[in-house]
């Protein structure tokens, strides 16, 4: 009984999703080029509204709140949170094309 549940102990993966090293890199290899994809519409979001790629960096990346964020860029928590709902939707849209 000790040897079964050392071997489903969650430190050796216990019931995890095993998947097969192809397969991890097919997934690998997919997500980095939608990370691709979003860096290069970051970059584009910086050159159409430098703010609103402020607000997704500091909102997303560095997980600051909106009332951080405010207080950093010198706005209001009103414009931070209008930044925010528009500028993942014009994210998308670019990425996703």
């Given amino acids: 009984m000790d040897r079964a549940r050392k071997r489903h102990a ?5 019931d995890a999703l095993q998947v097969s090293l192809d397969k991890a890199l097919d997934i690998a290899e997919a997500q980095s080029a939608d990370l691709l994809a979003l860096e290069e519409a970051l ?3 910086e050159q159409v509204d430098g703010r609103q790629c402020q607000v997704i960096e500091m909102r997303f990346f560095a997980g600051m709140s909106e009332e951080e964020i405010a207080q950093v860029l010198g706005v209001s928590e009103r414009t931070v949170n209008r ?13 996703y094309k």
């Fill in 10 to 14: 969650g430190k050796r993966g216990g």
């Fill in 43 to 45: 970059a584009l979001l």
């Fill in 83 to 95: 930044e925010w709902r528009m500028a993942p939707a014009w994210l998308y849209k670019e990425v």
